[in-house]
Every structure is written in C-alpha cells, then in structure tokens.
C-alpha cells in the first residue's frame, strides 16, 4: 500500500466499499461472522439501528451475494441469515478494523491512552 | 475472529467505524496513504463528491486525530493534508479492503468471474 489505480471503477477500495462502504453494513457482517443470526438478534445488537434500515440491508448485502437467507421456521415463517463464501471472506476486513480500533479508537470507559 | 463484544461501545469494530465508517472517509485515506494531498486532488480523485462534503469529513478527520492540515502556500493560503500515525495505520484495514474487493468486487470492465 498504496497502490495504483486510475479510477474509482478500477481502485480495488473504491469498487469494495460501493459493496460494504457503510457503518451499518461491516457491522451486520461483524454479527454473521459468529454464525446463523436472526432479524431480531441483529436489532438487538445493532443498537439503534430501524428496523426498516436493516431490512434495507440486509437485502442489498443478498442481492451482493454476501449474505444469504434461510427460513428456519414455517409457521410464523422465520428467517435465518448466513455469511456466503465473498462474505466470510470479509473477516479479514472486520479483523483489521477490530485491530485498529483496540490501539487507536478506546474505549471511553478506558483509560484515554491508546495501548501500545 | 469473531471475538467477543457485550455493546457497541465496548466492541474495537464499532468504535472504529464511528470514525472511519463512511465510504468518503476510507477513500481520503486510501488517497492520503500516498502523502500529502491537496483539496483539489482529492476532489479530482473522489469523483461525485460535493466540495462541503469533502470539506466536512477532512474537519471531522482532523478533529479525530487522523489527519493533520498544514499550509503550504500563504498568498493565497492553500492547505495539504497528511496522515498522522494514527491515521497512517489505517494502511492495514485499507489493505485489507483492497484485498477483499481484487477477489470479490472485480469491475464492471473486466469477466465477471472473480479471480482465485
């Protein structure tokens, strides 16, 4: 890094975060990196997020091919939402993040002083 | 990865997307990576932005500490905008992304298919 592009169309970066380039989106992904999550396991964790914004989503990430949906239950019918192959693959995304936000984004619990 | 979080506050990856999780924000920093920039470079580089938009993040970035401005020119004043280190390890989490987008994000330009 860096490294060359010309255009947002051929930038490696730019053409991801079209995909993944929102708060809600990495962090529907951090969630679905533990496994098979529920609508109302993702509202929980997602802490202020509409339910209308997740659906939005979750419905984008599908069509990407990152996620994918399953119907666990029929009656209600109850769905189940899985990482695919290109969104599993996101952990090494997410485990950058989580790096850099344990040495330069604490806490404000924590003591202000990043760790070393 | 997954490792273990109880909210959003205490979770490295939603504390790191408070700062860096818009995708204007990532691109400034996939562009400053290679030194110190202009405004107007980074307008001709981050095609569709509005100029108040640009100047908005590059003011929040700098109030977070992960760049600085400096004046490089004083008749008329012009500013290049750096990254300080904190701002420079986001290299990891920008590679990480680049990564994940040559595999999974191929363009629109080249076959579908991506590449192993």
Redesign the interface.
Known sequence: ???SYE?????????????????WT??VV?DL??GGTRFADLMQS???ISPNVLSTRLKTLEDDGILERSIYEHHPPRAEYHLTE?GR?????????????????????EVAA?SA
Chains 1, 2 share one sequence.
């Open positions: 890094m860096p490294r255009t947002q169309q051929t930038c490696p970066v730019a053409r991801s975060l079209g995909l993944i380039g929102d708060r990495l962090l951090r990196l533990r997602l802490e202020g290109k693959a996101l952990s090494s995304v997410i485990g950058a993040i989580y790096d850099w936000g344990e040495q330069w984004a604490p806490s404000t619990d990043p």
